[in-house]
Structures are given as C-alpha cells and as structure tokens.
C-alpha cells in the first residue's frame, strides 16, 4: 500500500508539473501556426501591447538571406520591451519564445525548432537553457 501511494503522488505531481508548465507559454505564441503570413503573425503576437508598435512584443529579431531564401526570428517577449532604443531592458534568452519565418511565412517556433534550423545552416547558437 505505501508504494501504490507513492506511485500515486508522483503520478500527481507530474501531471501538475505538465499543466504548470503549459500555463507558462503565452496563449498568443499557441495561436501561433506554421504557414500564417508575417502579417498575421504580427497581429497574433501583438494582442495586447502597449502604444503603437510595428513590431509589438518583440524582444529582439534577426535576419538571415540563406541560398535564396529570407529567414527572420522573431523573439517573442510578451512584456513589450525591446533591446533597441534608448531603453535596452535585458532578459534572459531562456524566457523568450523564437518564431522562425522562412520568406514571411512561420515555418516554426519555440527553441527546438530554433535550434534545428541554426544547426542546419552553421548559425551559431544562442545560449537559452
């Protein structure tokens, strides 16, 4: 009986670790979809930023032209602040969220797929665990 309980306790906390973490992820970054335009994107991941923001809620992102094709990143922050400007809040890479686009289409997001696509073209990592 003492094992079935212990059994029974992880099994909770497990489950309460999952629903905690999938609580963390923004819902914005869930209503992300791969093949929706740049446009799209924008629209979804700016619900809810402060002022007017040609690029609301990104963190930072960069630009790759790689055999022909365009890649932009876009790392999601969620809180409205910028590493550009005048103002440069720093966060951490672990609490953004990457969304790759491949000529202005979301070909993928979230750090695996971020980090399979930088190792498939040589792009050196950024440090995010």
């Keep these: ?5 212990g059994k029974r306790s992880f099994a909770l906390l497990a489950l309460s670790g999952m629903a ?9 970054i869930k ?3 791969n093949g929706i335009t740049r446009d799209s994107l924008l629209t979804v991941i700016g619900k809810g930023a402060p002022g007017m923001d040609s690029i609301p809620n990104v ?3 960069d630009r790759y032209l790689i055999d022909g094709k ?8 969620g809180s409205g602040k910028h590493l550009f400007g005048d103002v440069k809040d720093t966060i951490p890479w672990k609490d953004l969220t990457p969304i790759a686009m491949i000529d202005k289409t979301v070909a993928g997001k979230d750090w695996p797929y971020l980090d399979s696509l930088y190792s498939a073209h040589k792009i050196p990592l950024h440090e995010h665990k």
Excluded at 70 to 77: A, G, P, Q
Aim: with cysteine; hydrophobic share 45%.
């Design 1 to 5: 009986m003492h094992s079935f309980v």
């Design 20 to 28: 905690f973490l999938s609580a963390c992820k923004d819902k914005r």
């Design 31 to 33: 209503a992300v979809d």
């Design 59 to 61: 963190y930072r992102s």
């Design 70 to 77: 365009n890649y932009e990143i876009f790392f999601f922050s």
